[in-house]
């Protein structure tokens, strides 16, 4: 018995040295036939690896703003708003065009029968410079100013917001990678317990039950490998669609998930947040626009004062010189006019205008008020949830590292007769469970950081 023992011993320890690979290709063995791989798709397998694209976290994030469909759609609104402004700003310069017109009017003896018209064949050909003033025209531009710093400051908040997205799937890369090489290992595990019971029942030292639920116990793990793998396949498939425009899933993220990232303080954040929050941006900025909506509707009650300069012909004929009696006269010539337009009635309308414009005011006040309140709220929410996501950090990593040792000792100890199978079982599940808890709580301090970003607009990386 001593010796099936020692050779029992002696075959963990040697299969532990090659771990992962050691001990799966153990538990394959003992429940299936080996499957031989052609040497032609290793190769290419092999090939296929060594091309693989190195993606680190600030690769993703760069490829992602380019791919995005959503943070490419706020660019646009903000380009688009951009041009709003623009056009705004030139309506009020002057205008310059150049008409070209010529007019038939049927005539008599005693001259052209529509009054309007100054002879039966009349031809103009001059430029207009036109001007128009007025309060309607300063409050568009100025209306057209903060929409555009709204759509700026949205476009950020898209960015932002990205940001969070990226950082998720990217970690949930690693962390299914992470979780992988720990299947992998407790299907290893789970293949050389299934051999210490076989030859420990061989040698009448345990029941044939203990091989039954070691072999029980081994199947699981092969199976929880096989969801690891489904799940690492999943997740770099999603991070696949967002950050290549042409899908390609040969790639590779860079291995820093449990790499130290420091917390910063609460009062650097609270500060950070203050200054360059986006969304208090837009509400201010939104608040402002509405303002001059107010104003532009109440410049209805004022006059409007147009301007207008032509200079070229308006004659007989379409020439700038005209022979009349034997002398030659000049068609060209110039004219202005202006014009102010006082609103006497126009039945409410502008009062209603007015109106709407004061209850959309008030309206994006309020808004901007609650936004300021849910930035106060948030900042303590995330800064809490990052705090403790890292405070419990610390302790899932000893715990997976304290399961790891328990069932090392477990496995000893039912090696030498002194632990039942049933502990040795429940000391793999909880080394499996603590490990896959390290892996998510790494993930949640990382999207915790991001999250904080879309109010600093600072990620802190390794």
């Known amino acids: 018995m001593k ?12 299969s532990s040295l090659f771990w992962p690979w050691a001990g799966i290709t153990v538990a394959q063995e003992s429940a299936h036939p080996a499957i031989p791989i052609p040497a032609k798709a290793s190769q290419q397998e092999a090939a296929r690896t060594s091309q693989r694209l190195r993606l680190t976290l600030q690769d993703a994030l760069a490829l ?18 951009r041009q709003d402004r623009y056009q705004a700003a030139a309506a009020l310069l002057p205008s310059l065009t150049y008409n070209n017109q010529a007019l038939y009017t049927q005539h008599n003896r005693n001259g052209v029968i529509f009054i309007a018209n100054n002879a039966p064949h009349e031809y103009v050909s001059q430029a207009n410079v036109h001007e128009a003033l007025d ?4 409050s568009s531009f100025r209306r057209a100013w903060f929409t555009a710093a709204a759509a700026r400051a949205r476009a950020e908040i898209a960015s932002r917001g990205l940001v969070v997205t990226v950082v998720q799937s990217y970690y949930a890369v690693a962390a299914a ?3 992988l090489e720990a299947a992998q290992k407790a299907a290893g595990e789970g293949g050389r317990f299934l051999k210490l019971t076989q030859d420990l029942e061989h040698g009448g030292e345990v029941a044939h039950s203990d091989a039954i639920k070691a ?8 199976r929880q490998l096989q969801e690891a793998q489904l799940a690492l396949l999943n997740a770099r498939l999603n991070l696949a669609v967002l950050v290549f425009t042409d899908f390609n899933d040969n790639y590779e993220v860079a291995d820093d998930l449990h790499a130290v990232a420091a917390l910063p303080t609460l009062g650097e954040v609270q500060q950070q947040a203050a200054r360059d929050n986006p969304e208090i941006r837009a509400a201010l900025a939104v608040v402002s626009a509405a303002g001059w909506d107010v104003t532009g509707a109440r410049a209805g009650y004022l006059p409007s004062l147009a301007v207008d ?24 010539g110039s004219a202005a006019a202006a014009t102010l337009n006082i609103p006497i009635w126009n039945w409410g309308a502008t009062q209603s205008r007015v109106k709407q414009a004061e209850l959309r005011r008030s309206q994006a006040r309020r808004e901007l008020s609650l936004a300021q309140r849910r930035l106060l709220a948030e900042i303590k929410s995330l800064y809490a949830e990052a705090e403790t996501a ?15 040792e328990s069932l090392r000792l477990t496995t000893l100890r039912y090696t030498n007769g002194e632990a039942t199978v049933l502990e040795v079982v429940d000391a793999q599940t909880t080394a499996a469970q603590a490990n896959v808890l390290y892996q998510d709580g790494a993930v949640r301090y990382r999207v915790a950081l991001a999250n904080l ?8 990386t390794p």
């Open 3 to 14: 010796w099936h023992r020692v050779s029992a011993i002696c075959s963990i320890m040697a």
């Open 64 to 81: 992602a703003r380019k791919n995005s469909t959503q943070f490419q759609a706020a660019q646009t609104d903000a380009a688009l708003a």
């Open 135 to 138: 309060l309607a025209g300063v």
């Open 177 to 179: 990678q992470q979780k």
């Open 215 to 222: 072999e029980l116990q081994a199947q699981e793990r092969r």
């Open 309 to 332: 300069y032509w200079y070229g012909i308006d004659a007989p004929q379409f020439a700038t010189n005209s022979v009349f009696n034997g002398q030659k006269f000049s068609n060209l």
């Open 390 to 404: 890292l405070n419990e950090l610390g302790g899932l990593s000893r715990s997976a590292e304290l399961a790891a």
């Open 453 to 460: 970003q879309t109010l600093t607009g600072v990620l802190t």
